[in-house]
């Protein structure tokens, strides 16, 4: 009776996220406006290759998003020498989001690096495929007391476990993946940044995870989650969590 009632209380918090997978292959080298790992940023004409204002070097381009709802690519570099966590007190520009809107090939201007990249990710073309989400217990907010409430009475102990169950019983993603939209997966605690024009909670964005077959790494077997300001497009926050 209990479960039924869990698993009411879950179906309205699913949301659709896109997965986006990795497949190693030199096709990805090049740009272009496709989501990608590593190879050549997608860049337009005036744009050059960032560095990091703390070490010097040239920043690493992880990988970039192709947002087909709001027609946009996003664009991921980050210093592997400072190692960012995303914190309030790190200088700006050790990692940087470009934001393009409407990315079209004949736009494409190709920036290269002056130095060899011993950090540039494995190219990786990705697959896109919808999946539900959930919240994860700690992302339970007020609004979801209920469900809580019920899953401490039915295993005080550990009621996360509860939760878990309920999540594989409504067949939503139950594992890291790199993800563009939904709800974030936190190793850590939760952290929500706020928006630094307008102080208001920011959105949760797009979270890179740790991928073997892009060759990326974040700390021991972390993620990078981006959040954003829902009201200042081009405002994002990153934080780094690792185990
Ligand atoms: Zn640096
Ligand atoms: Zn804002």
Redesign the pocket.
């Known amino acids: 009776m209990c479960r039924e009632k869990i698993d009411s209380l879950l179906r309205p918090l699913v949301k659709k996220a896109i997965k986006l997978e990795p497949r190693a292959d030199d096709e990805a080298s090049v740009a272009s406006c496709e989501s990608k790992f590593g190879g050549t940023p997608y860049a337009e004409v005036g744009d050059s290759w960032p560095s990091c204002p703390t070490c010097k070097k040239e920043l690493t381009f992880v990988n970039q998003i192709h947002d087909e709802l709001e027609q946009h690519l996003f664009v991921f570099y980050y210093c592997n020498e400072c190692s960012p966590w995303g914190l309030g007190d790190e200088q700006k520009g050790q990692w940087e989001v470009k934001l393009y809107n409407e990315p079209k090939t004949e736009r494409i201007a190709e920036i290269g690096r002056n130095s060899h990249d011993e950090y540039s990710p494995t190219p990786c073309k990705v697959t896109a495929s919808f999946v539900d989400v959930h919240p994860d217990w700690e992302g339970l907010d007020s609004a979801s007391r209920e469900l809580s409430d019920l899953c401490c009475k039915i295993n005080d102990d550990s009621p996360w476990e509860e939760y878990e169950e309920a999540v594989e019983r409504a067949g939503c993603l139950n594992d890291y993946a790199t993800l563009l939209g939904g709800y974030p997966r936190f190793v850590q605690s939760e952290s929500i940044p706020t ?1 630094p ?2 102080n ?1 909670d920011m959105k949760f964005y797009a979270q890179v995870d740790s991928e073997d077959e892009a060759n990326i790494m974040w700390g021991d077997v972390g993620l990078v989650y981006f959040f954003r ?1 829902s ?2 497009k081009n ?1 994002f926050k990153m934080e780094l969590q690792c185990h």
């Open positions: 928006c024009k307008c208001t300001c009201e200042h405002e």
